[in-house]
T-cell receptor, first 114, second 113 residues
């Protein structure tokens, strides 16, 4: 089955700096790659996603890049703010068809220091 | 619209007991997935239900089971509880008609003593 590796497990940056979180996946048939943010004590929430027919997607300070050949994708957060502090999870799936299953990475604890 | 609702939010059980957790999806969502979240393993897929049918199952022992009702509400059951079953159990609903986003509930935090 699919396996998703996520690095680093913890990341500490100064406010205003950029943060990059990287993930690799094993199943070349995966075609949907979402990123979820989970603040302390709260539910995971989707912040951005990308499909395999796109190499990059941006949403304000957040961007995701995908390299299908190398089977890795990355989350980029620019101009980090204290409210960006949270655990970030990458995931991969083969969307469509009769089932729906996300395989998550183990998460990255991002701390943005004021 | 109302979000995903999970009950109970917290519960404490002892080894050997069983537990049933409930999830009400967003209105109109017919797909419900369950995930186990632990500090060391992150989010691990348990199973997915769509129209009362289990469509996909993760790598968990048979002690973990679930079902979905005609109104899309879902329950999961864990029998013969073990200490390692202590975790946050998250339910998520999905419309299957939109972008693929999972909408998570607040979770049920299970502690096994």
């Amino acid at each position: 089955g699919e396996n998703v590796e996520q690095h680093p497990s913890t990341l500490s940056v100064q406010e205003g700096d950029s943060a990059v979180i990287k993930c690799t996946y094993s199943d070349s048939a995966s075609n949907y790659f979402p990123w979820y943010k989970q603040e302390l004590g709260k539910r995971p929430q989707l912040i951005i996603d990308i499909r395999s027919n796109v190499g990059e997607k941006k949403d304000q300070r957040i961007a995701v890049t995908l390299n299908k050949t190398a089977k890795h994708f990355s989350l980029h957060i620019t101009e980090t703010q204290p409210e960006d502090s949270a655990v970030y999870f990458c995931a991969a799936s083969k969307s469509g068809g009769s089932n729906y299953k996300l395989t998550f990475g183990k998460g990255t604890l991002l701390t943005v220091n004021p | 619209k109302a979000g995903v609702t999970q009950t109970p939010r917290y519960l404490i059980k002892t080894r050997g007991q069983q537990v049933t957790l409930s999830c009400s999806p967003i209105s109109g969502h017919r797909s419900v997935s369950w995930y186990q979240q632990t500090p060391g393993q992150g989010l691990q897929f348990l199973f997915e239900y769509f129209s009362e049918t289990q469509r996909n199952k993760g790598n968990f022992p048979g002690r973990f089971s679930g079902r979905q009702f005609s109104n899309s509400r879902s329950e999961m059951n864990v029998s013969t509880l073990e200490l390692g079953d202590s975790a946050l159990y998250l339910c998520a609903s999905h419309s299957r008609l939109d972008t693929g986003e999972l909408f998570f509930g607040e979770g049920s935090r299970l502690t096994v003593l």
